[in-house]
């Protein structure tokens, strides 16, 4: 007699304990395999986030002092980045400029349910938005973090000028895509705009991006599909910024791999810069926490494995 003949033999006169070592052998080998994949998934996400992760820190304005604009927001002079910029081990860096400013030819998405302006509001502040002004959208935090991420295009970077990245609900609401043109004119009403100016900035859309943060939304000023990102000339165009009058929101500087951020950042402490006005910070703890996140989701599955093999030889 065979051995696939006394197997099958065996099998149908052991139905009842065959059926419960296949329950226990699937049981067993499922719960190694779901361990196993778990923890790889875990280990590449630790490597991608090592990979991805650079030291780093920010200036902004200090809250408690009086270099905020009229709506409190920073007022970094780029003389004091450019500063910090040539300190040794500083990689690069990206800077943020506000500014307001009414979609020209174009409608701004609504907050479904009702009206969120009265009629004064909705008359100065109905078809603006947010505009953001950087010299690199990818160092922005909502895309480090991955809370936006891109759709089309690309991102924005230092060489550009007169271009725009847009939200893709704001792109589908508006039959807009990447290589169109949107135009922006200053909002007289916002109360940073202390020139009241209305100029108007041609833009080329260059990307679209995607994706929304969890918090619930009151205003239609809050939306992200209502954020616009743009090269610095774009606000610097926009709010007729005067020569030594510009300001950032902040400044984030990015650190060359294996350089020491607390050393440097006490390195920038000693410049010739008001500190009085200044707070400086790490950026790098969302990845720091990832990471350590990443490294005990893997960790536990490693014990989990071992608990599960251990059990299986005990069953069996």
């Known amino acids: 007699m065979t051995f696939v003949a006394r197997s099958v033999r065996y099998v149908l006169r052991k139905r009842v304990r065959t059926i419960v070592l296949l329950i226990v052998l699937t049981i067993i080998t499922a719960s190694m395999l779901s361990t196993i994949a778990v923890s790889r998934a875990a280990q590449q996400a630790a490597g991608r986030i090592e990979k991805e992760a650079v030291g780093g820190f920010v200036l902004a304005s200090n809250l408690q002092g009086s270099m905020l604009t009229p709506r409190g927001g920073g007022m970094v002079r780029p003389a004091d980045v450019r500063r910090i910029a040539q300190l040794p081990g500083v990689d690069s860096y990206m800077v943020r400029q506000n500014a307001t400013a009414d979609l020209v030819g174009a409608n701004v998405a609504k907050v479904p349910g009702g009206d969120d302006y009265d ?54 609401a508006n039959g807009l895509k990447v290589g169109d043109t949107l135009t922006l004119k200053a909002n007289a009403y916002d109360a940073d705009n202390e020139s009241h100016s209305t100029a108007t900035v041609k833009t080329t859309i260059v990307g679209i991006f995607k994706g929304d943060s969890a918090r619930k939304v009151s205003s239609r000023a809050e939306l992200t599909a209502n954020t616009i990102y743009t090269d610095l000339d774009t606000t610097r165009d926009l709010y007729q910024y005067k020569d030594s009058k510009e300001i950032y929101q902040d400044a984030t500087f990015v650190l060359s791999k294996g350089v020491d951020v607390e050393k440097t950042m006490d390195a920038a402490k000693k410049l010739p810069v008001d500190w009085n006005n200044y707070q400086i910070t790490r950026n790098d703890q969302y990845s720091s926490s990832m990471l350590h996140a990443a490294r005990g989701v893997r960790s536990m599955m490693r014990g989990a494995l071992i608990g599960v093999t251990v059990s299986a030889v005990l069953v069996l």
């Open 119 to 172: 009629a004064t509001k909705e008359q100065q502040f109905g078809n603006a938005a947010n505009v953001i002004g950087t010299n690199d959208s990818s160092k922005l935090n909502v895309f480090t973090s991955r809370t936006l991420g891109m759709a089309e295009g690309r991102h924005l970077k230092a060489s550009d000028k007169y271009t725009s990245m847009i939200h893709e609900d704001l792109a589908k």
